[in-house]
């Protein structure tokens, strides 16, 4: 999505799962500067000048400098107009010695001072050669925690140096460096470059990263490099670093050695930065179900008309056949409308479903802005994984309000086990095959329930599912605490309907290994999980108070009872990677992880006991009779 920053106007930003420059996204292709000193002449200067524009006619948008390569470079890449990232190379000894640490904080903020507000700075790369066994003093697992703790601080004193750079700690495979709330992006290198393997491995980083983008380093050169540079942009890399490829040489029959290039750029074969078109495109269909009063109903339309994918089709269906509706499209001559009478989501689901001509639906909410390459992810990820359905994440505008913010970093990244948090994103793709084998949406489902039911009966066929991190949308409208707590009480119902207990809590929890440690007692365990977070824990807890009281018990057993749920919201909360850091959003982020499972056991409970869910219209009409018959009393 397209959106102005409040940055200097060559400032690369981090915008969720990519880079932004001039309030448009940015993809980011380097290479190191090699066969520069540490001083430049004029001569050199021009000479580096011209190599620059060398490598910006193929394709490259940055330089990796090292710290001593800054001082003379910076000025040059500036004028080129392209950005650069200062590695900052630091020894293992530099972060265990406190003496040496002092002078380490010292040095970063220098280096922090000296490029603050320079238009050619991106950011910093703390490069830490981390190795199990660099990590000497004392147990490993005190080690790492102060090797963390230490990190930290560096990347603060960048941040509070150099405001608007980015920093990031540059991995390597294998290494054990933590992911830190504080970095802006995931910066990994690796000297793999097996396509096949490439993807699975950008994906796990991608779940690392969590909403922040990754770059990719391809620290050797070779001859796939080129493939692996396509690869890593399909997998939602947003940005590479290559080196450039050493040229072989060639020599005709007679033995003469042939005239060629000593090296290749290494994105010179790139017809632009950015994820590459599916090996074939099929006919998409976007359904868009308006219910009207989305005032931000426009800006999903203007947003779907600029996707790059070549080849799809926007189907609105207006419910309810709302007026408004109708202005807005009638801006956009090249979507379908279609209008039907107010009968719920589920049916309107369903018309646009038979409207839909495209092999692949994918349904967007009407205050959902997606991503100019969000159906190339999704098709991608459908085509390479053989899928039937495929989800994306949601995230909401920086600068949004902070209850917004918490509610969507809260939301967990599915692997599409259960997705049912993610129906109600709308942020999925489908094959129509799927959907008919499903029996479509229940014409019963006026609301969100209409979402989840769906996502039962995929699961049920036995459909293959899968996650593009990449394919994002932004979510216009924020979350208030009354639409929060609305869909909690949805989810809630349909949980009741279905005769589950905190099924989709568990499912949303990390599935590595659980399977082949727990065993049979896996479901045992994740209940456990979610047990502090639900209404059935505060019953426990008032029965446990209770009997402290009356039978003469210590009350340490309840006040501990009651500690555990707000603890684990506000660890989630602590730890979880946020655009917005200030205590106030992940306060915020706390109260939505202990409230949310809370109102959602809750509304089940009413919902098992009283047979339906308190609406707001039932209230209403409740509180009406009520003052009615004390008006005849």
Known sequence: MQRSLSIAPHTVAAHAKFFARSGRKFFLTATRLDGFGTTLDLNEKLKLRRRLEDLKAAHTTGLILTEEQSQPALDVVAAAGMVAMVDLSIESGDLVDPSRFAELVSRVAHAGNVYRSHPGLMGYLIDFPLRPDTLHEGPCVIAVKTVRRRLCTLVSVLKQHAANALVAIT?????????????????????????????????????????????????????????????????????????????????????????RPAETMPFASLDCAGPPQPTSCPLVSVVVCARGGEREMPRCLEALSRLGYPNFEVVIVADGGSACVSEVVARFPQFRVIGQSSQGLGAARNAGLKAARGEIVAFVEPDCAVDSDWLTFMVRAMQQGQLDACCGPAYVPPKTARFATGVAAARPSLSLTSFGDAMARSNLAFTKGALRRAGGFERKYRTFDADMDLCRKIEGTGAKLGYSPAAIVWRLRPDTLRTFLSRQGSYGRFDAKRGRWGVDRCDALPRVGRAAVFGRYQRVLQMLQVLPQSAEWIVLWTIAAVLARFVGLSPFAALAMLAVGPMLAIFAAWTTPLEERRVTARAMLALRGFVGPLWRGLMRDWTVVYGHLPSPEMVRVRRARMRHRAAFR
Request: negative net charge.
């Open 171 to 259: 991995r390597r495979e294998g290494s054990p460096a933590p992911a830190l709330a504080e970095e802006d992006f995931l910066y990994c290198s690796t000297a793999h470059l097996d396509a096949r393997e490439l993807g699975p491995w950008i994906h796990n980083l991608h779940r690392l990263a969590g909403p922040r983008p990754v770059v990719i380093e391809f620290a050797t050169a070779s001859s796939g490099q080129d493939e692996a540079v396509a690869q890593a942009f399909g997998a939602g890399a947003a940005g590479v670093v290559a080196p450039l490829v050493p040229a072989p040489p060639s020599r005709d029959w007679l033995g003469i050695r042939m005239l």
